[in-house]
T-cell receptor, first 112, second 115 residues
Framework: GNSVTQMEGPVTLSEEAFLTINCTYT??????LFWYVQYPGEGLQLLLK?????DKGSNKGFEATYRKETTSFHLEKGSVQVSDSAVYFC???????????FGAGTTVTVRA | NAGVTQTPKFRILKIGQSMTLQCTQD?????MYWYRQDPGMGLKLIYY???????DKGEVPNGYNVSRSTTEDFPLRLELAAPSQTSVYFC??????????????FGPGTRLTVL
């Protein structure tokens, strides 16, 4: 079956530091890949997505590239802010399905 | 647009009690989902629906029931609450296309504690 493995947290960074959260997946065929973010006290919201190999998703300074050869979708941001403190979830949906499989989530705390 | 709304935000139940978690969306989405989120774990799918009158089980359906009488509403019912159902519950919806690239839109969650 499908599965998503994320880098374990928590991750604590200083403002303007570089952030990377690793995500690898197991799926049949060509899944779509997503990063969702959950800010404190809120529900999840889509941060970015990529729907085919070598696609790069980007939003709010975050980027992730769909690497089929390494089955990875690592999230990066060059300079984090305190407002980026949140839980980040990597997720996938199989090409023949619309249901999501989520990773365990990575808690990121950015200190001023 | 309100998006996906959930009520209540918080609830404490005693073992054996029942309750219904409400979920409503105003985006005319056919697809709706219920997830639970346990500490340190990803979201697990409880039930989902592809349209009014159609529901199906997800990964962890035991102890829950759902119904979908309208496009907008997708309530989740706990009949005999157990401590193992202590969790945060999220409702989500996605567009009628039902394809793998769809974005899911989440409600703010209901934090349930069973004592």
């Amino acid at each position: 079956g499908n599965s998503v493995t994320q880098m374990e947290g928590p991750v604590t960074l200083s403002e303007e530091a570089f952030l990377t959260i690793n995500c690898t997946y197991t799926a049949t065929g060509y899944p779509s890949l997503f990063w969702y973010v959950q800010y404190p006290g809120e529900g999840l919201q889509l941060l970015l997505k990529a729907t085919k190999a070598d696609d790069k998703g980007s939003n709010k300074g975050f980027e992730a590239t769909y690497r089929k050869e390494t089955t990875s979708f690592h999230l990066e941001k060059g300079s984090v802010q305190v407002s980026d403190s949140a839980v980040y979830f990597c997720a996938l949906s199989d090409q023949n399905d619309y249901k999501l499989s989520f990773g365990a989530g990575t808690t990121v705390t950015v200190r001023a | 647009n309100a998006g996906v709304t959930q009520t209540p935000k918080f609830r404490i139940l005693k073992i054996g009690q029942s309750m219904t978690l409400q979920c409503t969306q105003d985006m005319n989405h056919n697809y709706m989902y219920w997830y639970r989120q346990d500490p340190g774990m990803g979201l697990k799918l409880i039930y989902y629906s592809v349209g009014a009158g159609i529901t199906d089980k997800g990964e962890v359906p035991n102890g829950y029931n759902v119904s979908r009488s309208t496009t907008e509403d997708f309530p989740l019912r706990l009949e005999l609450a157990a401590p193992s159902q202590t969790s945060v519950y999220f409702c989500a919806s996605s567009s009628a296309s039902g394809i793998s690239t769809d974005t899911q839109y989440f409600g703010p969650g209901t934090r349930l504690t069973v004592l």
